[in-house]
């Protein structure tokens, strides 16, 4: 298995680094499990980001996207949903933070602008990458449009018609709704 880089922060050059790392197939089943997802088969997850410093911070910018199969909250059976996160990580030294703690009145709070810390000199790719994907992963991963399928004989006219206009209107907000869950 191998599982994104870790960068040491001085191998960043000034003018920033892009990279480009498809995901290793084992790495992202490994992440998947905890969400009860798997990787779908022939899909090639990609991260493609940049690394920058900012002083003594580190930000991390760019995409992570794949293709999981997952069980449908509706019918049980597997659905494939793409997963993608674009993000941009303000990374800070974790021995920083304590000197940074007079600044605490700085207007931004962590959660406007995503900071967190980053230990021993390092960016420890995997982790955040990880984070990203879990993030973005569906919470209740469904197909799309009707699911399950709604048992209309094939003679009943669907469109502008049919179970539609049999529906109190004064309930269609409801129905819509119903059809979120
Ligand atoms: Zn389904």
Request: charged share 30%.
């Amino acid at each position: 298995m191998s599982p994104p880089p870790s960068i040491r922060v001085d191998t960043i050059p000034e003018e920033g680094l892009p990279l480009e790392l498809p995901l290793d197939d084992a790495w992202l089943a490994q992440v998947l499990t905890d969400a009860n997802m798997r990787v779908t088969p022939a899909t090639h997850g990609v991260a493609r980001i940049r690394l920058d410093r900012a002083d003594d911070d580190v930000i991390v910018s760019g995409t992570v996207k794949s293709v999981v199969t997952a069980e449908c909250v509706a019918c049980l059976d597997d659905v494939s949903l793409p997963v993608e996160a674009e993000f941009t990580l303000v990374l800070s030294p974790a021995a920083s933070q304590k000197a940074r703690r007079p600044n605490e009145e700085v207007e931004l709070t962590s959660d406007e602008l995503d900071t967190d810390v980053f230990e021993n000199d390092t960016i420890d790719l995997s982790h955040w990458l990880r984070e990203q994907l879990m993030l973005a992963a569906p919470l209740h991963p469904r197909h799309e449009g009707d699911c399950p399928r709604p048992l209309i004989p094939p003679n009943v006219p669907t469109v502008n018609g049919g179970l539609e206009r049999e529906i109190d209107p004064r309930l269609a907000p409801l129905m819509k709704l119903a059809k979120k869950e």
